[in-house]
């Protein structure tokens, strides 16, 4: 079993920091669930719901930062503990971003809620699945510490960028046949785009949380390789 | 929920340097305080090169260690050690070794600054030298300029250098003792916690000193602050309960530790 810290105050400022990014995770999670389900199921209340939450996300981003720039200044944090307020700083703002996100996705779905049914949700309805799935499970390797499903969870992004690619086409063959559609096929294109940018936000919590328990930075590995080869 | 915290990283946790870039290297190295164990099987390579940083809780051998490596440890009466000790590959417990230019060669600074208070500042540098050879004035005028330009402390007191050692304020003071034992012109110096009685100016000239002077010595500091140890040194080893627990490079020491008991000691968890 894990040591507590001698200090119970630091291990407390430790804990609540660790609660505040749960809790965040649990918000954006939820807002993006209902952000997908506000296009599906052209629900122009749920999406002004998630809107109205983004506020305490926006606000919490700003607590955990000045906790984190706290225990810095006050504390010193070394090895483990300097590594999760690493990870505390970058994982709040990748939250945030899903956060605005789910608002976007939420805006276009009050808007397309007003007009006519675009073709099929189905492709949309998946991927927005996919992509919550990966936002829980990036937020399930943090809780569990556990590298291994971080680093399979970076590899499963593939899959989503493959359907986002899938559903670009559709929507595209969509709107040359149905020209009136285009409008509400460019909304749809463009909540695509922000649930694949979600996936993308998903593997950058999964690849801090590769680096908070194993001390090693994986981002870029790939790319950076190619570069230098 | 328990944070995740325990390190996976797998790399031996003792770094080992190759014979010409290692200044001290202990082998198998035992040390006791009468029937009292202090230090169990230390090997260790110190590098010529750079500062290395000794961290550890209370009574975890540091200081000891480092006594052994210029045999003040057996100043002590009922101080023992078996294993061995090097310098440039020769050790330093041979028959022929005369401890005395031992210590010549292995300079210390303890952590009070000591410096002989009613011997002028001048005196005080060329204390060390006066033990071994007779120097005349000039070569003696040298050295003092040159140590104390060393020691970072030169153009604070080229005019009083007749003043008395115990005249100086503590940092200055311990800046006095650097430059004492830089003066004989060691390899190695070794510094047992110089700042802990000094304010945090005074630390941060020690500190700063450090970076230049780590370019011509090597250089061992025993510190109980973690901070000073990650801000100063290139390579930093945890003792505890006397043994070596980890050497390795202070950038990865301090963000990510190879052994368990460094993390938890760097962390702040103990017992």
Known sequence: MDKSHTDRSYESQLSS?????????????????????AITERDAQKAREVIAND????????????????????????????????????MITDLERIGDLAVNISERAIDLATEP???????????????????RRAVEAFVAGDAAAARQLVEDDDAIDQLYTDIFRYILREMIAHPDRI??????????????????????????????????????????????? | ?????????????????????????????????????????????????????????SGCGKSTFVRCVNRMHELVESAR??????????????????????????????????????????????????????????TAEQNVEQALSQAALWNEVRDRLDEPGGSLSGGQQQRLCIARALAVQPDVLLMD???????????????????????????VIVTHNMQQAARVSDMTAFFLSGELIEFSPTSETFTAPRHQRTEEYITGKFG
């Not at chain 1, 492709?123 to 992509?131: K, P, W």
């Not at chain 2, 208070?117 to 004035?137: E, F």
């Open chain 1, 55 to 90: 506020a305490l996300v926006n606000r919490a981003e700003i607590e955990i930062d000045q906790v984190c720039l706290q225990i810095l200044a006050r504390r010193q944090p070394m090895a483990s503990d300097l590594r999760f307020i690493s990870l505390a700083l970058k």
């Open chain 1, 17 to 37: 920091l660790r609660r505040g990014l749960l809790q965040t995770a649990g918000r954006v999670e939820q807002m993006l669930e209902s952000a997908i389900s």
């Open chain 2, 81 to 138: 050690l078996s294993g061995e000790v090097s310098l440039d590959g020769e050790s330093v417990y041979g028959a022929d070794v005369d401890p005395v230019l031992l210590r010549r060669r292995v300079g210390m600074v303890f952590q009070k600054p000591n410096p002989f208070p009613t011997m002028s500042i001048r005196d005080n540098v060329l204390a060390g030298l006066k033990l071994t050879k007779t120097l005349d004035k000039s």
């Open chain 1, 183 to 229: 409008e509400r096929g460019i909304h749809l294109q463009s909540v695509a785009k922000w649930l694949e940018r979600v996936g993308d936000h998903a593997v950058n919590l999964a690849e801090q949380v590769i680096f908070m328990v194993k001390g090693r930075d994986v981002r870029h590995e790939g790319k950076l390789g190619s570069r230098e080869e």
């Open chain 2, 1 to 57: 929920m328990s944070r995740p915290r325990k390190p996976t990283i797998e790399l031996p946790p003792v770094v080992s340097f190759p014979d010409d870039q290692t200044k001290v290297r202990a082998r198998g190295l035992n040390a006791w305080f009468g029937d009292k164990q202090v230090l169990f099987d230390v090997s260790i390579d110190v590098p010529s090169q750079g500062v290395t940083a000794i961290i550890g809780p």
């Open chain 1, 117 to 135: 049914p675009f073709g099929s949700y189905a492709e949309i309805e998946r991927m927005g699945e996919m992509v919550c799935q990966l936002v």
């Open chain 2, 193 to 219: 916690e110089p700042c802990s009685a000094l304010d945090p100016i005074a630390t941060a000239h020690i500190e700063d000193l450090l970076h230049t002077l780590k370019e011509h010595y090597t250089i």
